[in-house]
């Protein structure tokens, strides 16, 4: 099959099943069977359809037509880094990288993609909006995560939200004044709607060609959320929930808009690649109009960008764009633009810090729990977290190394922080919302060393299983009614396919598998990746260390806190025995997927699975070698096949099964083994609990910050509002009235009325003499009709004799 006419027609198939699945719901969902249990049917039919779809574009398309890039080897010698190291500490290390990378990672070209139009929205001017696609090896990549994680969802919560097919429904977290439960019609097709629209929204961003098009999806999926963290409405937590998410969201997104409005003021075009125009003319799209083939695809502002900071800077705006660009071959040329670059990169990854839930915009995604456990898989794993990672990876080309040290350091904080956060929680879905934060912080300060393909591995392998370990837990509340581990315990007897798939889940996410070797599970491939990426990084940064060490504590508290959660769930003595009794395997429409995902979680990062070189095709033009930065002329971002050698994986590997061992040798002691009390842990570090426990008091910080001064604006304004404005609106409202009786007085009761009155009384007097005119007596009425004709023929006659002229 031809991939240029197959693959566009195969996912644009892919992307509309849901879409249909959604308006059928919409219009006939609640006839479809018994209170719409047909919904979550055809719902799930729709995105099996999709999984189909996008799995024949995999396998049946793109593979056979795409060879896998040669495996890299670590040719470079331990010498060669080494000696990198060293050179970089003095002043000509700029000349021995670029040598360096010049003999051994010449830049990369554009990867094999496919770009066009669907459909013209219209034309402004220069701006084109358009729907179209851009597809490489990542965009089926993530069609094929996407579905199959979105497939098994959809299944587990046919099982899961059975209750709202129940008639009436009775929601016992929320009591009305009289005392007793809410009672409401079930929402079982809704649920379904919403999950429908929400994927077609993800695999639209997915598929997007252009940013116009990307940023419409990006806000279609935050309203998705908005719905599905809030499918509980009526509940005060799910309602408070769902507007933090979006709002939270909407602030990250502006952020957004402004590096889109940077992009498209300097370049001129939001079209990712390169298309043919209705004239059989290649016009560029961002990627090469950034990365130039001239520049041997280094990062070089564009013209168009480098006249618009001077305008910016000189504030001259007569300056036309191109006025002030400096020729192709001008040395200074890479230099100029950097500032404007700068500002549309860190513009751009200000969407994904909102909609990622990066620091300090990560506050929103625990809070997400409130939602139903299908969707917070589906959010944490494949959906609406992954977008912000993902559209880091597509931007990936326009970032320069200044802005990739940003998007670093707020990964690095953001795994940090969230990862303390889980040590604390005690709510089992919160643990895992703070694992989420923690391992996108992972993604992020990957992709913001230069490991591009490190981060989007972990995106996919993370993906597999985090949905698991959701869905597990969610087998678990469905089981003892709570979502808080202190009332669990020894579940293990009683769930035994939910303990083991959730064991797997957690030895995934540490990173589990023998050090130095290729046996591990998936996640011990990708986060090793990130690992060694690091090392690298600091190899050539040495003033970034923090960025290095701070990867490998996180895979120590992720270890710990994550069988800290399993312990407390599976292992031990039951702490409720009421719950424990009536605890049970959960049906096998829930444990089904548990199965599947485990499959996936065990085995998605091995070899012959060939991910990790499926990514390794997808590569962003340009992206190979490693780089300088302009504005930090100090700063490198290495090329990420340095990571392979055994100078850097052998102590990076050892350092991160080191840790994550540790991890979860100080779990077994505290929690199984119970040779250290935790009770007694607690009270001894109470401060230090404290202060984790409220999640470093981030949620007070923005009240104080930003929630008291609003509503202490909103109170003044309401309080000038009501004495000020109100006063003077009272005021002249009194001075009218006061005035309208001044004129009625005077005016209207003197001379309107008068007049009126005055009118009247004289026609009522009028009427009144008239009226003594009927006698009654016939001889007197004779006489006035004689009497009235010879007046008017003696008055006819003047007229004619006086006024009338002769002729």
Known sequence: MDPTTTLPVLLMAAWLVPLASFVLIVLFGKYMGPRGIGAGYLSVLAIVTSAVFSLIAMFGVWLPNHDFPTAHEPEHGDEAVASATVEHSDANEHHAADEHDTAHHANNDHPDYYAGDWYSL???????????????????????????????VHIYALGYMHDELHEPYVDHEVTLSSGEHLRRKGRFYRFFQYLSLFCFSMFGIVIAGNVAMVFVFWELVGICSYF??????????????????????????????????????????????????????????????????????????????????????????????????????DEKRNTQGQWLLFIAGVGIFCGCVGKSAQFPLHVWLPDAMEGPTPVSALVHSATMVAAGVYLVGRFYPCFSPEALLVIAYIGCVTLFVAATIAITATDIKRVLAYSTVSQLGYMMLSLGLGGWVAGMFHLITHAFFKGLLFMCSGSVIHAVHTNDMTFMGGLRKKMPITAYTMLIGCLAIIGAGFPLSSYGLSGYYSKDAIIEQAWSFASVNPQHAILKWAPVGGAFITAFYMFRLWYLTFAGKPRDEHRYDHAHESPRVMTGPLVVLAFFALGIGWPIFHVNDL???????????????????????????????????TPAGIAAFSTAAAGVLLASIIYLWRLLNPDELKESFKPLWAFLWNKWYFDELYDYLFVKPTLFISNCASWFDRNIIDSILHTAAAICKACSKVVDALFDQTVVDGTVNTFASGTWNLGLWLRKLQTGNLRQYVMFIVIGTVALFVTISIVQAYFIPTS
């Open 122 to 152: 219209g034309e402004f001017g220069d701006l084109k909006l358009t729907i179209g696609y851009y597809i490489d090896s990542l965009t089926v990549a993530m069609f094929c995560m996407v579905s199959v994680i979105a497939s098994c």
């Open 615 to 649: 990514l390794e095709q997808g590569r962003p033009v340009g992206t190979l070698a490693s780089t300088q930065g302009e504005l930090l002329t100090g700063l490198t971002i290495p090329s990420e096949h340095d990571s392979h050698v055994p100078i850097i994986k």
């Open 228 to 329: 599905l963290i809030g499918f509980y409405i009526e509940r005060h937590s799910a309602s408070t929930a769902a507007n933090k998410a979006f709002i939270v969201n909407r602030v990250g997104d502006f952020g957004m808009l402004i590096g889109m409005m940077a992009l498209w003021a300097s370049v001129g075009t939001f079209a990712f690649g390169d298309m043919k125009n209705d004239a059989g003319e290649v016009e560029q799209g961002l990627f090469s109009l950034l990365r130039p083939e001239e520049n041997e695809y280094h990062l070089a502002p564009p013209a168009g960008m480098i006249a618009e900071q001077e305008r910016m800077i000189e504030g001259d705006p007569n300056s036309a764009p191109g006025e002030a660009a400096s020729a192709a071959g």
